[in-house]
């Protein structure tokens, strides 16, 4: 069995992060989200995977390499003809994938636990497809499972009044029989070549067409809030728990909290956890509150700052309480009071969002 990985896209509702990074190297509890697409297929036992990314990409490539620190070897595939659905980047992928079964996974998905279970199931059914599902209470937002008498009838895209509160997740599992579906399927209203449309063509041919529900949580971070939330998520369950700073007298630490080496947190600082800290930070006189990740490089003093995602080489100094934020690469956030004339001084690019 082999893997698909999707990690193209524009990613236009994470603008302006989007805009100088791509979506899947976008940092959940410090490692890029792509990592956690890599990890579940690596827990599998799956050994070749292909990574779909966009025309000209190489970012990509630099960062997440040959696949060998996870026992793997990557292919990349680049999206040709633009951006057309998910059947249109199985069908671009064809020939690497070849005739063997395949988990196709969202690169922009995480979730709790491994999916190996899921790959045991296609397995011992013989099944032709499994679909992975989750509840949720916005259903209108995803591909939603339409069921009668325990099966799969079809998978309705978007839905404006869903039949059920179930999402289709960015997880499945193929055998070669779905290329006869996304070679047969005709675009949808938008253009698209949808895996929803490709998945009931299976069904309705009558292949064997298994699901499975995903019972922990699953986020599907296309949005903001979402990849705020993600962050929350994989906090909450973090285990790998280590403090490698310099950490002065008086600063207090509580709860989950991992620091990288060569981090200094001195002043009249409180650490309270789950709190992920990179290298070579400074935290001075400065609050860093629960399901807050802070990237490597970054200057913290005289700021409260909880439940938000600090990118790398961040300066952050105004004196101000910052929540539920994304703060990309390289951003300086000084107090008003720094210089003359007094007031707020800002460069904001397109698609920003601002809170005064």
Not at 66 to 72: A, F, K, V
Not at 187 to 210: C, H, M, Q, W
Not at 276 to 283: A, L, S
Request: glycine letters at 10%; aromatic letters at 8%; charged letters at 25%.
């Amino acid at each position: 069995m082999k893997a698909l990985i999707t990690a193209g896209g524009r990613a236009t509702r994470l603008r302006p992060i989007t805009n100088t990074l791509n979506k899947h190297l976008i940092p959940i509890a410090n490692k890029p989200m792509l990592f956690y697409a890599l990890e579940k297929i690596a827990e599998t036992g799956i050994k070749e995977v292909g990574i779909n990314v966009n025309p000209g990409e190489t970012e990509i490539q630099k960062i997440v390499g040959d696949g060998s620190r996870w026992g793997l070897k990557i292919t990349y595939i680049e999206q040709v003809g633009g951006p057309k659905g998910l059947a249109h980047i199985v069908l671009n992928a064809k020939s690497f994938l070849g005739g063997e079964p395949f988990i196709l996974y969202c690169g922009d998905n995480i979730i709790l636990g491994s999916i190996k279970r899921f790959v045991d199931k296609f397995v011992n059914e013989k099944l032709n497809v499994l679909l992975a599902f989750a509840r949720v209470p916005d259903p209108e937002r995803f591909g939603v499972p339409v069921f009668q008498d325990g099966k799969v009838l079809r998978v309705e895209e978007k839905p404006s009044q869903p039949k059920s509160n179930f999402a289709q997740t960015g997880i499945y599992i193929y055998d070669s029989h779905v290329f006869d579906a996304v070679e047969n399927i005709p675009p949808s209203p938008r253009g698209e070549y949808e895996i929803s449309d490709a998945n009931t063509y299976l069904i309705e041919k009558g292949f064997n067409v298994g699901y499975e529900e995903i019972t922990g949580w699953w986020k599907d971070t296309g949005k903001p809030e979402d990849l705020l939330e993600g962050n929350q998520l994989i906090l909450h369950d973090l285990s790998d728990i280590k403090n490698e700073a310099n950490v002065a007298p008086g600063v207090i630490i509580q709860g989950k909290v991992k620091i990288e080496k060569g981090t200094y947190i001195g002043g009249k600082s409180l650490i309270r956890g789950p709190v992920v800290i990179g290298q070579n930070c400074i935290i001075q006189d400065s609050y860093i509150g629960p399901y807050t990740s802070i990237g490597d490089n970054t200057k913290i003093t005289n700021t409260e700052i909880e439940h938000s995602i600090i990118f790398d080489n961040a300066e952050i100094k105004c004196g101000k309480r910052i929540v539920d934020s994304l703060i990309g690469h390289n951003t300086v956030i000084a107090s008003s009071c720094d210089s003359l004339p007094l007031g707020h001084k800002m460069i904001i690019g397109d698609n920003s969002v601002v809170e005064l």
